[in-house]
């Protein structure tokens, strides 16, 4: 039998994807929402200019893996230390590379407002709309893989929260898969590589392989399908709004929800 918290997170669990189930037809199947007008602007900016944005954001990762190890050797730590403490320099050491690149070789741009106000209710929309998508998508893919005798098994971070015992490291990690994580990954892949691609290559190009690389990222075939298709929900949401503080505040959201059902116990 399942706990009360358990039970109570699936009811609204449940509750959010009826809801997801309205937005996805009011806002992205309905005829109102085909005939809605893209308001994501163009990225003037070179080809050598984009490429140094790339090369700062690893650079910048790197370097924050680099200052994590070099923190560890002289303050040795167990093995869930020390892949939390990493995750967060690699995420930090990338939103610095694209804070020097914003600071220092792209002034002339547009006043960076990351999560203005209106970005708050669009991206609770495109969180909700996520969940039913990203539900089907992963049940079909488990099948899949499950047919092919794949190991499924959950993503290092996921096992990291439900195993660790110290409240220091789940909020550590916690804290950075709904704040740290989500602005570094949605400010590389959809404010970077989609808009790049954007108006650059075919609409399906664009989509997909930012998406693809974002999976990639996360290094775990099991949810790779069901990333890649996050990914793209992300982009058109980034598309639809021309607002990156939508995605940034839905993939916070989505990551928060899955942190919760982990904690209360429910397999994901």
């Not at 449940?14 to 163009?42: E, H, I, N, T, Y």
């Not at 290559?201 to 069901?226: C, E, N, Q, T, Y």
């Not at 793209?232 to 899955?258: D, K, P, Q």
Request: no cysteine; hydrophobic share 55%; net charge positive.
């Amino acid at each position: 039998m399942p706990s009360s918290a358990t039970s109570t997170v699936l009811a609204i669990e449940f509750v959010l994807l009826l809801g997801g189930l309205v937005l996805l037809w009011r806002q992205g199947l309905g005829p109102d929402a085909r005939s809605k007008p893209a308001l994501l602007p163009a990225w003037d900016v070179s080809l050598s200019d984009f490429f140094l944005f790339i090369w700062l954001v690893i650079l910048g990762g790197l370097a924050g893996e680099y200052s994590v190890g070099l923190y560890l050797k002289y303050h040795p730590s167990d093995t869930t230390h020390q892949l939390i403490l990493g995750t967060a320099g690699l995420h930090g050491g990338m939103l610095l590379g694209m804070a020097v690149y914003r600071f220092t070789f792209a002034r002339a741009q547009a006043r960076l407002v990351l999560v203005p106000p209106e970005a708050l209710a669009s991206g609770v929309a495109t969180f909700l709309i996520s969940l039913p998508v990203l539900t089907a998508v992963s049940l079909v893919w488990q099948f899949l893989l499950k047919l092919v005798h794949y190991p499924i098994k959950p993503q290092d971070s996921i096992e990291l929260l439900r195993h660790t015992d110290s409240l220091g490291l789940k909020v550590t990690l916690v804290s950075v898969a709904i704040l740290v994580a989500p602005i570094s990954e949605e400010l590389i892949f959809r404010a970077g590589f989609f808009r790049y691609l954007r108006t650059r290559s075919k609409r399906w190009i664009a989509l997909l392989l930012p998406a693809v690389l974002f999976a990639m990222l996360h290094l775990d075939v099991g949810s790779f399908i069901p990333l890649v298709t996050l990914a793209v929900v992300f982009a058109l949401a980034y598309e639809r709004t021309g607002n990156i503080g939508t995605t940034i505040v839905a993939h916070a959201l989505f990551n928060l929800n899955a942190a919760l059902l982990v904690l209360a116990g429910v397999d994901t």
